[in-house]
Nanobody
Framework: QVQLVESGGGLVQAGGSLRLSCAAS????????MGWFRQAPGKEREFVGY????????YFATSVRARFTISRDNAKNTVYLQMNSLKPEDTAVYYC???????????????WGQGTQVTVSS
């Protein structure tokens, strides 16, 4: 069992940066692929990016690829989403998730955090 808790959300102006954290419980954190998803008001939840637990390979949605990075500290059981050059359309609740395989598919992730709100003002 893995429990995930996101933090770091808030209000930021367009062009600004935020770093989200996702703290995980459990001894198997380093073996999990950690994904980030987001859900904007009135929209379905969408894939943002993931990082592999073993080789730290990362993959991102096209919409964020040049602006967001993901890193992880396995010693701290924490994964980070660094968001730069934020746009109003990045406004959403951001969720971290843990899964066994590299995937952009939401239902393939086994564990989810409660989400943290990111609001980007224009």
């Amino acid at each position: 069992q893995v429990q995930l808790v996101e933090s770091g959300g808030g209000l930021v102006q367009a062009g600004g940066s935020l770093r989200l954290s996702c703290a995980a419980s459990g001894r198997t954190f380093s073996s999990h692929v950690m994904g980030w998803f987001r859900q904007a008001p009135g929209k379905e939840r969408e894939f943002v990016g993931y990082i592999d637990g073993r080789d730290t390979y990362t993959y991102f949605a096209t919409s964020v690829r040049a602006r967001f990075t993901i890193s992880r500290d396995n010693a701290k059981n924490t994964v980070y989403l660094q968001m730069n050059s934020l746009k109003p359309e990045d406004t959403a609740v951001y969720y971290c998730a843990a899964g066994a395989v590299r995937t952009t598919v939401e239902r393939r992730y086994d564990y989810w955090g409660q989400g943290t709100q990111v609001t980007v003002s224009s």
